[in-house]
């Protein structure tokens, strides 16, 4: 069973960081991209960085570019959210999703959510003092 299971979220101050951990299980990470999205309290969730497969493609966001870093272990079957600088509006659910790459991009860039794609359970981000 493909499943995704996000990790690493918690209380932390303006500009500090966190790196937020997405393990998979059921499935071979190095077919699929990898995305992370946020949806914070009466807000629309929202595509924050995107991996492709290869690991050749990466999409941030432009409320992040400069701040984070997405990458991919395969061998762990584990991809990365470094976040730097956090801000009080990066506070949200963090949330990670595979999928095939197209498939993936364009729900990380353009919203549009494909009928195959999995989802983690969300982990928590709180950007205060």
């Known amino acids: 069973q493909l499943q995704l299971v996000e990790s690493g979220g918690g209380l932390v101050q303006p500009g500090g960081s966190l790196r937020l951990s997405c393990a998979v299980s059921?499935?071979?990470?190095?077919?699929?991209?990898i995305g992370w999205f946020r949806q914070a309290p009466g807000k629309e969730r929202e595509g924050v960085s995107c991996?492709?497969?290869?690991?050749?493609?990466?999409y941030y966001a432009d409320s992040v570019k400069g701040r984070f870093s997405i990458s991919r272990d395969n061998a762990k079957s584990t991809v990365y959210l470094q976040m730097n600088s956090l801000k009080p509006e990066d506070t949200a659910v963090y949330y990670c999703?595979?999928?095939?790459?197209?498939?993936?991009?364009?729900?990380?860039?353009?919203?549009?959510?494909?009928?195959?794609?999995?989802w983690g359970q969300g982990t928590q981000v709180t950007v205060s003092s």
């Open positions: 991996i492709s497969s290869s690991g050749s493609s990466t």
């Open positions: 999703a595979a999928d095939q790459d197209s498939a993936l991009f364009k729900t990380c860039i353009l919203s549009m959510v494909g009928t195959n794609t999995v």
């Open positions: 059921g499935f071979t990470l190095d077919y699929y991209a």
